[in-house]
Protein backbone atom coordinates (compact mmCIF):
# COMPACT_ATOMS: atom_id res chain seq x y z
CA UNK A 1 0.00 0.00 0.00
CA UNK A 2 1.36 3.39 -1.15
CA UNK A 3 1.67 5.67 2.23
CA UNK A 4 -0.03 8.95 2.15
CA UNK A 5 2.09 12.21 1.97
CA UNK A 6 1.78 15.73 2.98
CA UNK A 7 3.91 17.14 0.30
CA UNK A 8 1.93 17.71 -3.22
CA UNK A 9 1.66 13.67 -4.43
CA UNK A 10 2.90 13.19 -7.52
CA UNK A 11 0.64 12.30 -10.61
CA UNK A 12 -0.83 8.73 -10.92
CA UNK A 13 -3.37 9.39 -14.22
CA UNK A 14 -2.54 11.93 -16.64
CA UNK A 15 -4.98 12.41 -19.72
CA UNK A 16 -3.39 15.18 -21.95
CA UNK A 17 -5.36 16.21 -24.71
CA UNK A 18 -7.32 12.95 -24.50
CA UNK A 19 -9.35 12.71 -28.10
CA UNK A 20 -11.07 9.36 -29.18
CA UNK A 21 -13.83 8.69 -32.01
CA UNK A 22 -16.09 5.19 -31.37
CA UNK A 23 -17.40 4.30 -34.29
CA UNK A 24 -17.60 8.05 -36.59
CA UNK A 25 -18.57 10.03 -33.06
CA UNK A 26 -16.12 12.32 -31.70
CA UNK A 27 -16.39 10.97 -27.89
CA UNK A 28 -13.57 12.58 -25.85
CA UNK A 29 -12.71 15.73 -27.50
CA UNK A 30 -9.45 17.03 -25.84
CA UNK A 31 -10.02 15.81 -22.25
CA UNK A 32 -7.53 17.34 -19.40
CA UNK A 33 -8.08 14.76 -16.17
CA UNK A 34 -5.05 14.28 -13.57
CA UNK A 35 -5.56 12.23 -10.53
CA UNK A 36 -2.64 12.48 -7.76
CA UNK A 37 -1.48 10.28 -5.40
CA UNK A 38 -4.20 9.38 -2.66
CA UNK A 39 -7.02 11.52 -3.96
CA UNK A 40 -10.25 10.48 -4.55
CA UNK A 41 -12.05 12.21 -8.46
CA UNK A 42 -15.16 11.81 -9.19
CA UNK A 43 -16.04 11.67 -12.89
CA UNK A 44 -19.48 13.32 -13.09
CA UNK A 45 -21.80 13.65 -16.26
CA UNK A 46 -24.89 13.11 -18.11
CA UNK A 47 -25.41 9.61 -20.21
CA UNK A 48 -22.74 9.52 -23.42
CA UNK A 49 -20.72 12.36 -21.94
CA UNK A 50 -17.54 10.11 -22.49
CA UNK A 51 -17.00 9.22 -18.84
CA UNK A 52 -16.82 5.56 -19.67
CA UNK A 53 -14.58 6.03 -22.35
CA UNK A 54 -12.14 8.27 -20.39
CA UNK A 55 -11.19 5.88 -17.94
CA UNK A 56 -11.53 3.21 -20.42
CA UNK A 57 -8.96 5.18 -22.46
CA UNK A 58 -6.80 5.31 -19.11
CA UNK A 59 -5.67 2.05 -19.47
CA UNK A 60 -5.68 1.35 -22.84
CA UNK A 61 -9.04 -0.35 -23.78
CA UNK A 62 -9.63 2.84 -25.93
CA UNK A 63 -7.02 4.02 -28.37
CA UNK A 64 -6.70 7.54 -28.26
CA UNK A 65 -7.09 9.52 -32.15
CA UNK A 66 -5.18 12.44 -30.13
CA UNK A 67 -3.46 12.59 -26.89
CA UNK A 68 -1.64 11.00 -24.10
CA UNK A 69 -1.90 9.14 -21.16
CA UNK A 70 0.56 8.40 -18.22
CA UNK A 71 0.44 6.24 -15.58
CA UNK A 72 2.74 6.29 -12.54
CA UNK A 73 4.67 8.63 -14.32
CA UNK A 74 4.89 6.38 -17.54
CA UNK A 75 3.57 6.78 -21.06
CA UNK A 76 0.69 3.73 -21.21
CA UNK A 77 2.41 2.48 -24.30
CA UNK A 78 5.51 1.23 -21.64
CA UNK A 79 3.76 0.55 -18.72
CA UNK A 80 3.23 -2.84 -17.74
CA UNK A 81 2.93 -2.41 -14.06
CA UNK A 82 -0.80 -3.52 -14.26
CA UNK A 83 -0.62 -5.27 -10.63
CA UNK A 84 -0.79 -1.26 -9.23
CA UNK A 85 -3.74 -0.83 -11.16
CA UNK A 86 -7.39 -2.37 -10.35
CA UNK A 87 -10.15 -1.95 -12.26
CA UNK A 88 -13.67 -2.57 -12.20
CA UNK A 89 -15.59 -2.29 -15.18
CA UNK A 90 -19.31 -0.83 -15.63
CA UNK A 91 -22.81 -3.13 -15.76
CA UNK A 92 -20.74 -6.41 -16.12
CA UNK A 93 -21.58 -9.99 -14.38
CA UNK A 94 -18.68 -11.64 -12.17
CA UNK A 95 -19.12 -14.98 -13.97
CA UNK A 96 -20.60 -14.42 -17.33
CA UNK A 97 -22.13 -18.16 -17.21
CA UNK A 98 -19.29 -19.52 -15.91
CA UNK A 99 -20.10 -21.82 -12.81
CA UNK A 100 -16.94 -20.35 -11.05
CA UNK A 101 -16.88 -19.86 -7.38
CA UNK A 102 -16.13 -16.27 -5.31
CA UNK A 103 -13.01 -17.42 -4.46
CA UNK A 104 -12.10 -18.42 -7.73
CA UNK A 105 -13.22 -15.23 -9.25
CA UNK A 106 -11.49 -13.07 -7.14
CA UNK A 107 -8.54 -15.01 -7.06
CA UNK A 108 -7.94 -14.30 -10.98
CA UNK A 109 -7.66 -10.49 -10.00
CA UNK A 110 -4.25 -11.98 -7.64
CA UNK A 111 -3.07 -13.79 -10.72
CA UNK A 112 -0.90 -10.30 -12.00
CA UNK A 113 1.26 -10.70 -8.76
CA UNK A 114 1.41 -14.75 -8.57
CA UNK A 115 4.91 -15.41 -9.05
CA UNK A 116 4.95 -18.63 -11.90
CA UNK A 117 1.31 -18.87 -11.45
CA UNK A 118 1.77 -20.57 -8.21
CA UNK A 119 -0.52 -18.73 -5.22
CA UNK A 120 2.01 -18.30 -2.38
CA UNK A 121 0.48 -17.91 1.55
CA UNK A 122 0.39 -14.18 1.09
CA UNK A 123 -1.42 -14.38 -2.32
CA UNK A 124 -4.08 -16.52 -0.79
CA UNK A 125 -4.02 -14.15 2.40
CA UNK A 126 -4.50 -11.21 0.16
CA UNK A 127 -7.50 -12.87 -1.38
CA UNK A 128 -9.05 -13.85 2.24
CA UNK A 129 -8.75 -10.89 2.83
CA UNK A 130 -10.46 -9.10 -0.17
CA UNK A 131 -13.47 -11.35 0.37
CA UNK A 132 -13.77 -10.18 3.77
CA UNK A 133 -13.68 -6.90 3.00
CA UNK A 134 -16.78 -7.01 0.44
CA UNK A 135 -18.70 -8.94 3.43
CA UNK A 136 -18.77 -12.41 1.46
CA UNK A 137 -16.46 -14.42 3.52
CA UNK A 138 -19.23 -16.64 4.48
CA UNK A 139 -20.16 -17.20 0.80
CA UNK A 140 -16.65 -17.75 -0.90
CA UNK A 141 -17.24 -21.43 -2.03
CA UNK A 142 -20.61 -20.63 -3.73
CA UNK A 143 -20.83 -20.09 -7.19
CA UNK A 144 -21.19 -16.57 -8.67
CA UNK A 145 -23.94 -17.30 -10.52
CA UNK A 146 -26.48 -17.48 -7.49
CA UNK A 147 -25.79 -13.75 -6.33
CA UNK A 148 -27.49 -10.82 -7.00
CA UNK A 149 -26.29 -8.22 -8.67
CA UNK A 150 -25.36 -6.47 -6.04
CA UNK A 151 -23.15 -8.87 -4.48
CA UNK A 152 -21.50 -9.27 -8.31
CA UNK A 153 -20.45 -6.20 -8.05
CA UNK A 154 -18.83 -6.90 -4.51
CA UNK A 155 -17.07 -9.85 -6.35
CA UNK A 156 -15.61 -7.53 -8.76
CA UNK A 157 -14.68 -4.95 -6.34
CA UNK A 158 -12.85 -7.75 -4.42
CA UNK A 159 -11.15 -9.29 -7.45
CA UNK A 160 -9.67 -5.70 -7.99
CA UNK A 161 -8.79 -5.30 -4.33
CA UNK A 162 -7.20 -8.81 -4.38
CA UNK A 163 -4.07 -7.42 -6.22
CA UNK A 164 -3.87 -4.79 -3.99
CA UNK A 165 -3.63 -1.81 -5.91
CA UNK A 166 -2.44 1.49 -5.43
CA UNK A 167 -5.03 3.03 -8.43
CA UNK A 168 -8.62 1.94 -8.36
CA UNK A 169 -10.67 2.74 -11.38
CA UNK A 170 -14.18 2.12 -10.68
CA UNK A 171 -16.81 2.44 -13.42
CA UNK A 172 -20.35 3.47 -12.07
CA UNK A 173 -19.91 0.91 -8.63
CA UNK A 174 -23.16 1.70 -7.25
CA UNK A 175 -25.35 1.45 -10.27
CA UNK A 176 -27.98 -1.43 -9.23
CA UNK A 177 -26.31 -2.05 -5.91
CA UNK A 178 -28.63 -2.62 -3.06
CA UNK A 179 -29.11 -0.19 -0.80
CA UNK A 180 -26.90 -2.99 2.19
CA UNK A 181 -24.38 -3.60 -0.89
CA UNK A 182 -23.85 0.10 -1.05
CA UNK A 183 -23.37 0.96 2.26
CA UNK A 184 -20.78 -2.37 2.65
CA UNK A 185 -18.83 -0.79 -0.77
CA UNK A 186 -18.83 2.95 0.71
CA UNK A 187 -17.03 0.98 4.07
CA UNK A 188 -14.72 -0.81 1.72
CA UNK A 189 -13.99 2.19 -0.48
CA UNK A 190 -13.43 4.11 2.84
CA UNK A 191 -10.97 1.57 4.21
CA UNK A 192 -8.39 1.75 1.01
CA UNK A 193 -8.53 5.41 0.79
CA UNK A 194 -7.52 5.84 4.37
CA UNK A 195 -4.74 3.46 3.53
CA UNK A 196 -4.06 5.11 0.58
CA UNK A 197 -5.26 3.99 -2.15
CA UNK A 198 -5.67 6.36 -5.42
CA UNK A 199 -9.51 6.43 -6.72
CA UNK A 200 -10.75 7.53 -9.86
CA UNK A 201 -14.60 6.82 -9.62
CA UNK A 202 -17.36 7.10 -12.22
CA UNK A 203 -20.49 8.36 -10.63
CA UNK A 204 -23.78 8.91 -11.76
CA UNK A 205 -24.70 10.94 -8.42
CA UNK A 206 -22.15 11.03 -5.74
CA UNK A 207 -24.54 9.62 -2.78
CA UNK A 208 -22.98 7.70 0.08
CA UNK A 209 -19.39 8.11 -1.49
CA UNK A 210 -20.11 11.97 -1.16
CA UNK A 211 -17.83 12.10 1.77
CA UNK A 212 -15.09 10.50 0.50
CA UNK A 213 -15.02 12.70 -2.97
CA UNK A 214 -11.76 14.88 -2.87
CA UNK A 215 -12.64 16.73 -6.46
CA UNK A 216 -14.91 16.13 -8.89
CA UNK A 217 -14.47 16.34 -12.93
CA UNK A 218 -17.45 16.67 -15.20
CA UNK A 219 -17.67 15.96 -18.53
CA UNK A 220 -20.33 16.90 -21.39
CA UNK A 221 -20.05 16.04 -24.70
CA UNK A 222 -16.50 14.51 -24.13
CA UNK A 223 -14.90 17.69 -22.79
CA UNK A 224 -14.34 18.54 -19.13
CA UNK A 225 -16.74 21.22 -17.72
CA UNK A 226 -15.77 21.47 -14.10
CA UNK A 227 -12.54 20.50 -12.87
CA UNK A 228 -12.78 21.13 -8.71
CA UNK A 229 -14.83 20.99 -5.37
CA UNK A 230 -18.20 18.42 -6.41
CA UNK A 231 -20.88 20.37 -8.01
CA UNK A 232 -23.69 21.20 -5.66
CA UNK A 233 -26.24 19.93 -8.07
CA UNK A 234 -24.99 16.33 -7.43
CA UNK A 235 -25.44 14.18 -4.86
CA UNK A 236 -26.64 14.86 -1.39
CA UNK A 237 -26.56 18.46 -2.04
CA UNK A 238 -29.12 18.32 -4.23
CA UNK A 239 -31.68 17.43 -1.92
CA UNK A 240 -34.28 19.31 -0.54
CA UNK A 241 -33.45 21.05 2.77
CA UNK A 242 -29.99 19.86 2.86
CA UNK A 243 -27.63 22.78 4.23
CA UNK A 244 -24.50 21.15 4.91
CA UNK A 245 -21.86 22.75 3.32
CA UNK A 246 -19.04 20.91 1.88
CA UNK A 247 -15.48 20.46 3.32
CA UNK A 248 -13.54 20.90 0.09
CA UNK A 249 -16.54 23.37 -1.25
CA UNK A 250 -15.47 26.61 -2.04
CA UNK A 251 -17.24 29.98 -0.50
CA UNK A 252 -18.76 30.16 -4.35
CA UNK A 253 -21.14 27.00 -5.40
CA UNK A 254 -20.41 26.02 -8.58
CA UNK A 255 -22.13 26.80 -11.17
CA UNK A 256 -21.79 24.13 -14.16
CA UNK A 257 -25.48 24.08 -15.46
CA UNK A 258 -25.74 20.21 -15.54
CA UNK A 259 -28.11 18.19 -13.58
CA UNK A 260 -29.39 21.40 -11.94
N1 LIG B 1 -18.27 0.91 -29.06
C1 LIG B 1 -18.88 2.05 -29.37
N2 LIG B 1 -19.12 2.39 -30.66
C2 LIG B 1 -19.73 3.56 -30.98
N3 LIG B 1 -20.11 4.47 -30.08
C3 LIG B 1 -19.90 4.20 -28.78
C4 LIG B 1 -19.27 2.98 -28.35
N4 LIG B 1 -19.16 2.99 -27.00
C5 LIG B 1 -19.72 4.16 -26.60
N5 LIG B 1 -20.16 4.87 -27.67
C6 LIG B 1 -20.79 6.20 -27.61
O1 LIG B 1 -19.87 7.09 -27.05
C7 LIG B 1 -20.53 8.06 -26.23
C8 LIG B 1 -19.87 8.06 -24.85
O2 LIG B 1 -20.07 6.81 -24.23
P1 LIG B 1 -19.57 6.53 -22.76
O3 LIG B 1 -20.00 5.12 -22.43
O4 LIG B 1 -18.16 6.89 -22.61
O5 LIG B 1 -20.45 7.58 -21.95
P2 LIG B 1 -20.78 7.65 -20.41
O6 LIG B 1 -20.65 9.08 -20.03
O7 LIG B 1 -19.97 6.66 -19.66
O8 LIG B 1 -22.31 7.23 -20.42
P3 LIG B 1 -23.20 6.40 -19.35
O9 LIG B 1 -23.37 7.30 -18.18
O10 LIG B 1 -24.48 6.18 -20.08
O11 LIG B 1 -22.48 5.14 -19.04
C9 LIG B 1 -21.99 7.64 -26.21
O12 LIG B 1 -22.67 8.47 -27.12
C10 LIG B 1 -21.99 6.22 -26.70
O13 LIG B 1 -23.18 5.93 -27.38
Redesign the pocket.
Known amino acids: MPEPTSHTPEPVIVLRDATAT????P??RGVDLTVHRGEVVA?L????????????SAIGQ?PLTCGTVELFGTPLRRFRAWARVGYVP??TTAAGGVPATIREVVSSGRLSRTRLGLPRKADRAAVDRAIELVGLADRARDSVNALSGGQHQRVLIARALAAEPELLIM??PM?GVDLASQEILAATLREQVAAGTTVLL?L?ELGPLEPLIDRAVV?RD?CVMHDGPPPKALGQHALPGHDHVHPHAASEPVRTGLLS
Open positions: LGARVLLGANGSGKSTAVRVQRDEAVHLG
